[in-house]
Every structure is written in C-alpha cells, then in structure tokens.
C-alpha cells in the first residue's frame, strides 16, 4: 500500500504536491478545530455556566444558614442606634448587593435602589433586616433584564416610628 502511494506521490509533480501538501495541512487544520477545539470549548463553557450557578446557589444557602443562626439569638440583641440607612447600607454590602441608589429620610427613614438581585436572596436580606429591627416602609419589585433576576426600589423605617 505504502509502495503505491509512494508511487502516485512520485507521479505529481512538483507543483502539484506542493498544493496537496498544502490542502492536506488545511485539512488537518480544520479537522481539529472542529473535531477538538469547539467541542472543548463548548464544554469548558457549559462547566463554567454550572460552576457559576453552583456557587450561586452555594451563597444563597450560606446567606440561610447564616440568617438561621443569627435568627436564634436576635431576641437577646438590642436595635441598633445607627441611623437607618447605615445600617442598611452595611447590610446590603455583607449581602452581596449593590445600591444603586440611597437616599435616607431623616435618620430613621432610606430609600434604596438595586437594579439586579436573585429573588430569594433579596427577600432572605430583607427578613434579615426586618430581625434587626428595620421594616419595609415600600417596595416595587419587578423582573429585571437578566433571567431569573428582579430590579427593586424599597422604603425601609426603624420599626416602631410610624408609616
């Protein structure tokens, strides 16, 4: 077999194997990038996509938990005296979220703004700050561009000083 190809390869002349050599390296080019390169990539995306996910869902249960076991000795803590929106402020930070807006209302009164969250994580966060004493005054929550994300702007007053 080898003896007849070397054969037919003697045949060609020169500028003729030149251009087979140049057809069967493009070849060989295009037969990896499709049969190797792509298929890594599409993989290397899809794990990137469930890393992503995983380490999402992993921060929502840590933010439960968390909010669980803090939630047991909340009795024993006093308000703080902090003015509102410090510490929502501060809440939202070690949440995770990102204000886009806060206007406070006096000390014991904020507004906020956030333009993306998970759902579940945003309303874990504001029972959060409802157990240190913060109530929803109001909230607009609606779906915001990403899938599976809201956009909020909420109200939030020290419990116990009115509506």
Not at 20 to 31: C, E, G, N, R, T
Not at 116 to 137: H, K, S, Y
Request: glycine share 12%; charged share 20%; no cysteine.
């Amino acid at each position: 077999m080898t003896e007849n190809l070397n054969h037919w390869w003697n045949g060609r002349a020169p500028r003729e194997r030149l251009l087979l050599a140049i057809m069967l390296a493009l070849l060989a080019a295009v037969a990896g990038w499709l049969g190797v390169l792509r298929p890594l990539e599409s993989g290397l995306r899809g794990a990137m996509r469930a890393n992503a996910e995983a380490a999402e869902r992993h921060a929502d249960v840590a933010r439960k938990v968390d909010w669980l076991k803090g939630g047991q000795d909340s009795a024993a803590r006093a308000p703080s005296s902090l003015p509102v929106d410090q510490i929502v402020g501060q809440s939202a930070g070690e949440a995770g979220f990102t204000l886009d807006r806060v206007q406070a209302q006096g000390r014991d009164r904020v507004d906020i703004t956030i333009a993306t969250a998970r759902p579940t994580a945003l309303l874990g966060w504001i029972a959060a700050l409802e157990g240190q004493g913060i109530a929803v005054d109001k909230a607009l929550i609606s779906p915001s561009g990403a899938t599976g994300t809201v956009s909020a702007q909420l109200g939030f007053r020290r419990a116990g000083k009115g509506t």
